[in-house]
């Protein structure tokens, strides 16, 4: 499977952003899906996942409440929406489908997934 991120931009703080990830060579109902991010000089850090048919999220702490992960597997396109954003917010982002395609699992380490998107900025000012 291929993976295409978009949507990323700059923003002001307390601002939103909606991210795209459209998958290409397989259909997105084939894996389990996730968002991570790395920001400079950090490793890459998990955001959300979602099984395969949507039915089971997950979230990191630090944007609990905030973002809400979502897909759309009859489009091919998965979705990070992004409400009140941070300073610290501020990365590059990657979507990710696993490595072992659906098994309704989560997974939240990098490890567990085997195909990434190209990955879009996000920047968030004060």
């Known amino acids: 499977v291929q993976l295409q991120a978009s949507g990323g931009g700059l923003v002001q703080a307390g601002g939103s952003l909606r991210l795209s990830c459209a998958a290409s060579?397989?259909?997105?109902?084939?894996?389990?899906m996730g968002w991570f991010r790395q920001a400079p000089g950090k490793e890459r850090e998990f955001v959300a996942a979602?099984?395969?048919?949507?039915?089971?999220?997950t979230y990191a702490d630090s944007v609990k409440g905030r973002f809400t992960i979502s897909r759309n597997n009859a489009k091919n396109t998965l979705y990070l929406q992004m409400n009140s954003l941070k300073p610290e917010d501020t990365a590059v982002y990657y979507c990710?489908?696993?490595?072992?395609?659906?098994?309704?699992?989560?997974?939240?380490?990098?490890?567990?997934?085997?195909?990434w998107g190209q990955g879009t900025q996000v920047t968030v000012y004060s």
């Open positions: 990710a489908a696993s490595r072992w395609g659906r098994l309704g699992v989560i997974g939240t380490g990098p490890y567990e997934y085997g195909y």
């Open positions: 060579g397989r259909t997105l109902s084939s894996y389990d």
């Open positions: 979602i099984i395969w048919s949507g039915g089971s999220t």
